[in-house]
């Protein structure tokens, strides 16, 4: 496929119809390197569960050029295309169809790049997930995107010595919804290797997530799984230089741990016998999801403009970036209040005034009650009940994370998670704020964080509330008079003290670890059916 042919298909098909579609397009080389894999143990045929614009095809062909190729494309207009801008190839089947919904078939070779939406967008998951349940037998998480749902059928599908290669997002390494994927990939020893794209921008330009190539085979033999990192696309040109970062056995693999880990070159040697888990001293919950933020979020002048009484708003931390510093006070509230940010919450409770039965009759007129969370409270402006927690904890970072300390009467939206201590880990929210402050927690924490293209990291509750944290007796340990320093500096915009630093940095031992890759997957990608140069 041409970069041409791309770029001609954007003229026809804009932004917001390849997003519908989860629409990015493999380039030739990445292409090339999984067709080699997908038809090295002898396949003619080749078949991709989202054709889209070809690149596979295309590859394939360039590789066997008597190959046969078939493939499901649910989008008419970019098969129409497809059709429009190629000569016929009797060797090439293409149906419009679902392939989520489509059962029956058993392929030798299997190579895709899968839509890519978030669950939010798998607008006909409650039909997939009940065809999945009849066919497979098992129950999918609602959090499950297509991707994961394609791998998981095409493992299905994939015949006796049959090969297997997608690339697709890689969060389902570190996701709860992603255990049942990582489980069957693991069954049989079908998954050889999982190759971290770490330069996603050359593969997927537009895309904010870490891409991944997996390899699987259904030969039954039960060896090492391989974890690669790739750095850049002449790395990937010369893969067969390229030593994993791991290699482990499959029964080691545990499909409810966060495999993301394994491609780390460090390994975390921690001191267990002085690490809790953070469930130990509470929870982490999301903040409030209202639905339709640009309804209920409002500033105190338009509250003003639209006459809403004061005793039907809340104070609230809407974005992350209304927080400047890592301690927040009732004096830094109103500094944001006094500034006409929006950070005030619309809470009906009770008996409405006509000004706010006006603004909800309003809502309802701009369709807000038909939102996807709306729709299904009653009523539907009636938002979830919060209190101020202690501890703030920002959804999305670059590089850090960002912690706060919570001393003002004011709640949050899903822009911070929310932690809630139980009676004995009220005990330890200073010091649990100063550990998260400090760079051996960053390190700890980064087991937990799910990695998204573009450096950005992002935590989920349970990811937080199943990290690790240090034991009560070794906060108890901790001087009072280092704690309160520290929190001195902090609410100076200063780092923790350098003593504290060394405290926390005795949780951790790191060493190098050294993996020699068998030939085996080397062996494989290099014996294809065909000689490719990969340009």
Excluded at 24 to 41: G, H, K, N, Y
Excluded at 143 to 151: K, V
Excluded at 248 to 264: A, G, M, N, Q, V
Excluded at 321 to 335: G, H, L, P
């Amino acid at each position: 496929m041409t970069r041409n042919l791309i770029e001609t298909y954007y003229s026809v098909a804009d932004a917001k119809h390849r997003r519908e579609y989860g629409q990015f397009f493999t380039p030739f080389e990445v292409a090339a390197f999984m067709c080699r894999w997908a038809l090295s143990a002898g396949s003619t045929t080749l078949y991709d569960p989202a054709f889209g614009l070809g690149s596979f095809y295309f590859a394939a062909k360039k590789l066997n050029s008597s190959v046969h190729f078939s493939g499901n494309e649910v989008d008419a207009k970019i098969l129409n295309f497809f059709h429009s801008h190629n000569n016929g190839d009797n060797q090439l089947i293409l149906k419009q169809q679902d392939y989520l919904l489509s059962w029956g078939q058993k392929h030798n070779a299997i190579i895709c790049n899968p839509p890519y939406m978030r669950f939010q967008k798998f607008l006909n998951r409650s039909e997939v997930f009940s065809s999945f349940q009849q066919r497979l037998g098992y129950k999918l998480s609602g959090y499950t995107n297509i991707a994961s749902a394609f791998l998981l059928k095409s493992i299905h599908e994939l015949a006796p010595n049959g090969r297997l290669a997608y690339i697709m997002p890689l969060e389902f390494l570190n996701t709860g919804y992603g255990s049942i994927v990582k489980q069957r990939l693991i069954e049989k020893g079908l998954l050889k290797a999982i190759i971290m794209l770490e330069a996603e921008k050359d593969v997927f330009p537009d895309a904010t997530t870490t891409t991944g190539i997996l390899l699987a085979a259904n030969d039954s033999k039960k060896e090492p799984v391989c974890f690669y990192t790739v750095r850049n696309m002449t790395e990937l040109d010369n893969f067969l230089d390229l030593k994993p970062n791991r290699q482990i056995p499959p029964e080691e693999l545990d499909p409810s741990e966060k495999w993301l880990k394994h491609f780390d070159a460090e390994s975390l040697e921690l001191d267990s016998s002085s690490l809790v888990s953070v469930r130990y001293y509470g929870a982490f919950s999301r903040g409030i999801a209202t639905g339709a933020n640009e309804f209920f979020v409002l500033s105190s002048g338009k509250a003003r403009e639209l006459s809403i009484p004061r005793s039907f708003l809340i104070p609230c931390i809407t974005k992350s970036a209304q927080i400047k510093t890592v301690i927040f006070t009732n004096e830094d509230m109103r500094k944001l209040e006094e500034s006409d940010a929006n950070v005030f919450l619309l809470n009906v409770n009770g008996e409405m005034p006509t000004a706010v039965a006006k603004y909800i009759q309003h809502g309802e007129q701009l369709g807000y009650n038909q939102r996807y969370l709306t729709k299904v409270r009653n009523p539907w402006f009636k938002l979830e009940r919060r209190t101020p927690a202690p501890l703030l904890f920002g959804v999305f970072s670059r590089d850090s994370f960002k912690v706060i300390r919570n001393y003002s009467k004011t709640i949050n939206l899903t822009c911070y998670h929310c932690f809630y201590p139980n009676l004995f880990g009220r005990l330890f929210v200073d010091r649990l704020f100063l550990y998260f402050q400090s760079q051996a927690a960053r390190t700890i924490l980064s087991l937990s964080l799910r990695r998204y293209g573009d450096s950005l990291d992002k935590f989920e509750p349970n990811d937080l509330n199943d990290a690790f944290a240090p034991s009560p007796s070794y906060l108890e340990a901790i001087p009072i008079q280092l704690i309160n320093e520290s929190m001195e500096r902090c609410a100076k915009g200063l780092p923790i003290e350098a003593k504290l630093q060394k405290i926390f940095e005795s949780l951790i031992k790191t060493h190098r670890i050294h993996h020699r890759c068998e030939d085996r997957i080397y062996s494989n990608l290099s014996t294809s059916t065909a000689t490719l140069a990969i340009p």
